[in-house]
């Protein structure tokens, strides 16, 4: 309020100084709010508008100056076809700001729509029609929802949010109470602030308290009152159950690219109200029981991963982590051309390789693998004919099918078992016959 005040008066004696004393312009009035109310209790308002400007008084002998902000009345006037008889005059009007003006709206007001009057100390007049409409005694009780907890299920030991609200329309909210409770009686929970305004809200946390018994539910009631004494209640029931705990997954890796098909055991799993993590981030769960849910994997990159399984708002973590695995790929083959009986020797170039990876020449696996690190296999071409697809393959990382370079057999058809070149075309029998494989 007082650096309104102050604003405007510095404003007004400053324009006082340098424009002496001439006509003043009648204010305008905007709005009046609240526009409707009950006719029960008395309102609060504020008139909105321009020009809300309070007279300055000056001592010729000292040359002080000051800012005189009484003499504003304000008037409910029947409207030119009135739906109400009379004028009632608002209470305890104050100057806010040259844009703002307090007052009261008197109880008793009877039912009807008013237009209203403002007087400012020069007793210039401004009027606002059709301002306020008196909805005369109130006989709607306030409405009360409970947006959270929204579940089915709560665990023990759960951070438990609960949000309430409470609106009473054009009436005013005297009194919200929120209370907890479970079969061991009540959880304590903090008062809720109510401001006298139409609307009211209420949200604090609580742990919850192990059940005492099977069966036990967590209870929250919520019961608003108005201004005139009616009430409205609303109820949210939870079962409360154990916390869960996690304690095995199978299998304990997948590809990097998600979608792997996972089983985790425990035990105290809430469907409807369970979710998993592979760090932070969500699986799709499929199926929940109480003692285990499947969930496809998320992506991931390649590495150990933290599986935490959040049930009825509390979270556990397995013991031990579930691994990702990336799909290998191919960058680059050499030789890119080979004869059509195979058994070129040939490097095989690319990431994420390791000694479970299969290359394969158009599904035919490459012959004498030898891995030699994680960007390098070398072998031997298999037979083949045209050009072949040069595919890396993981049993667990699976594989990218655009990550594959071609390599194309030159010269005639692949050799038959009649042919002469037979016994040469045949896939080595053991390590014997793979380059370093004996003797």
């Known amino acids: 309020m007082a650096p309104a005040r102050s604003a405007t008066a510095a404003m007004l004696l400053g324009a006082a100084a340098g ?14 709010t609240p526009d409707a109310g009950y006719n029960d209790v008395t309102l609060a308002a504020d008139i909105y508008g321009n020009g809300f400007r309070p007279t300055y008084q000056f001592d010729a002998v000292s040359g002080d100056s000051a800012l005189d902000v009484t003499g504003w009345t304000a008037t409910f006037a029947a409207t030119p076809a009135p739906t109400a008889r009379g004028s009632y005059d608002l209470l305890g009007v104050f100057w806010e700001s040259d844009a703002i ?14 237009d209203l009057v403002v007087r400012d100390p020069r007793g210039h007049t401004a009027r606002l029609p059709m301002a306020f409409r008196s909805l005369g005694p109130d006989t709607d009780p306030p409405t009360v929802a409970i ?3 929204d579940g089915s299920a709560v665990a023990a030991g759960a951070a438990l949010a609960v949000v309430v609200a409470a609106d009473d329309g054009y009436g005013r909210i ?11 009686g009540p959880v304590p929970t903090p008062p809720c602030n109510v401001t006298g305004g139409s609307g009211a809200a209420c949200s604090f946390t609580v742990t919850v308290p192990p ?7 967590l209870t929250v009631d919520a019961v608003a009152t108005d201004g005139v004494g009616l009430t409205a209640e609303a109820r949210a029931v939870l079962a409360l ?51 285990a849910l499947t969930v496809f994997t998320p992506a991931h990159a390649a590495g150990p991963a933290v599986v935490t399984v959040t049930s009825a708002g509390v979270e556990a973590t397995l013991a031990g982590t579930f691994r990702f695995v990336a799909p290998p790929s191919i960058r680059e083959i050499s030789p890119t051309t080979g004869p059509a009986t195979g058994y070129l020797p040939i490097t095989i170039v690319g990431e994420s390789f390791s000694a479970t990876t299969v290359i394969t020449f158009d599904g035919v696996p490459l012959l004498c693998p030898k ?13 083949g004919s045209g050009t072949a697809t040069v595919l890396a393959s993981d049993p667990i990382g699976g594989s990218v099918s655009y990550a594959n370079v071609p390599f194309l057999y030159t010269g005639g058809p692949l050799p038959g078992p009649s042919d002469a070149g037979a016994s040469d075309a045949s896939p080595p029998a053991s390590d014997a016959g793979c380059p370093g494989g004996g003797p």
């Open 147 to 149: 947006t959270s907890p």
């Open 19 to 32: 424009c002496g004393v001439g006509a003043e312009q009648p204010a305008t009035l905007a709005a009046l």
């Open 101 to 114: 003006l307090g007052a009261q709206i008197p109880a008793g007001l009877p039912t009807g729509t008013y």
């Open 371 to 383: 891995l030699v690190n994680a960007n390098r296999i070398q072998g031997l071409v298999p037979p």
């Open 211 to 217: 059940p005492v018994s099977d069966g036990d539910a």
């Open 174 to 184: 005297a009194g919200l109470v929120v209370t907890v409770s479970t079969g061991a």
């Open 241 to 291: 159950v154990r916390a869960a705990v996690a304690t095995g997954i199978s299998p304990t890796a997948g590809t990097t690219m998600g979608g792997t098909l996972v089983t985790i055991s425990g035990a105290g799993f809430v469907d409807g109200a369970t979710s998993v993590t592979f760090d932070a981030e969500q699986a799709n769960v499929q199926t929940v029981t109480p003692t």
